[in-house]
């Protein structure tokens, strides 16, 4: 922390250096030439150009200091032109100086405002690494990786989530996506994993997680505490997932889909949708029906990858308007492992809209390796 303290004070003998020429070249040419033009030409206002280009990139120190040389410098053209208590220098002198007084108080926001957002960005990617921990990239017999897509570049954490946890016989994986954005989404994002992760180890069945779940985001949107200070409508949050579980001695795995997107199945060559024939509503939406959860099997073997995202993913648009292809692109891209995977799904993705996400975005691959 003291370094980077240190290393923002510094803000113009690093990458600013050779910007720095640009306002030192301007006050010596204005200079030069102010002192060499007839006595009628009088070039000395272009001098406050100087702090206010330095003020631009550089820091407060360096801005007053580049304005103290083009007052030093005004005043060496004063006296080798007429004398200091010329009236036209003396006006100009202290336009100068309170121009460089100024563009200086400027950059001294800037700096600061600077120094905040960089603390502001440090607590979200502290808050990120909290709340979505990085999955590993071996549990038993899987293999993983994940990633996490910002909307926002200046954003780091949102509504989307994932975790796994192990069990006596397997592991379990959830994916999910909060409606809305803001803090509220983060904060019911941190709700859902935090059941998941307390819940999931527990040898019940996947419906029983998926009803414990369900408990403890209805209860929290049931809190008027929780709905904008009691005047929000709970019925307006809920948060969709795909919770699975994965056995490790049977070449299969269970799904119980809430309402989300569904997971993507690659095997060989080939690429198929995980639909469910009975999906269950979104978390938080339990009021709205009293459909039974079950949970269904698909097969799950050796060498094929689940993949799993959020709507940000196949929601994101091109110039055209036109959603990103997922299924399509996810078949046209050459047999690799999660990580490559999704290197390859997370640079066509950004090509596709452009280099900006409307939504965040999060997807996770898992592979099933052969036993020893």
């Not at 990139?57 to 007429?82: I, K, S, W």
């Amino acid at each position: 922390m003291a370094r980077r303290r240190f290393r923002d004070q510094r803000l113009s003998w690093g990458p600013g250096r050779a910007s720095l020429a640009v306002p030192l070249a301007l006050i010596v040419m204005v200079t030069v030439v102010d002192i060499l033009a007839p006595s009628s030409v009088h070039l000395g206002p272009f001098l406050v150009a100087a702090p206010a280009v330095t003020a631009s990139f550089a820091g407060p120190r360096t801005t007053a200091c580049v304005g103290l040389l083009a007052v030093l410098a005004q005043t060496v053209v004063a006296a080798v032109r007429t004398s200091l208590m010329d009236l036209n220098h003396t006006f100009q002198l202290i336009v100068l100086i309170l121009m460089s007084a100024l563009v200086t108080s400027a950059a001294a926001r800037r700096e600061r405002h600077e120094k905040e957002m960089a603390q502001l960005r440090s607590v979200a990617t502290a808050a990120q690494e909290v709340v979505l921990r990085p999955l590993p990239e071996r549990i038993g017999p899987l293999r993983i990786a994940s990633v996490y897509l910002a909307a926002e570049s200046e954003a780091q954490i949102g509504g989307d989530l994932y975790a796994a946890a192990r069990t006596a016989r397997g592991t379990r994986i959830v994916i999910g996506d909060v409606r809305g954005k803001g803090m509220e989404a983060v904060g019911d994002a941190a709700l859902l994993l935090g059941a998941f992760r307390g819940a999931a180890h527990r040898q019940a069945g996947l419906p029983a997680l998926v009803s414990f779940l369900e408990g403890a985001v209805s209860s929290d949107l049931d809190d008027p505490a929780a709905t904008d200070g009691g005047t929000g409508d709970p019925g307006e949050a809920f948060i969709t997932a795909a919770l699975l579980d994965i056995p490790d001695d049977e070449p299969v795995l269970h799904l119980i889909n809430c309402g989300h997107p569904p997971p993507l199945l690659l095997r060989g060559g080939r690429v198929g949708t995980l639909d469910v024939h009975h999906p269950a509503l979104p978390l938080g939406l339990t009021g709205l029906g009293d459909a039974e959860l079950t949970s269904e099997a698909f097969a799950f073997e050796d060498g094929d990858i689940a993949l799993l995202y959020t709507d940000g993913v196949i929601e994101a648009r091109d110039e055209d308007g036109a959603f990103y292809p997922l299924l399509e692109r996810v078949a046209r891209t050459p047999r690799q492992g999660p990580d490559a995977l999704l290197a390859q799904l997370c640079k066509d993705l950004t090509r596709h809209a452009g280099g900006h996400l409307g939504d965040d975005a999060a997807m996770v691959a898992i592979e099933r390796m052969p036993r020893p």
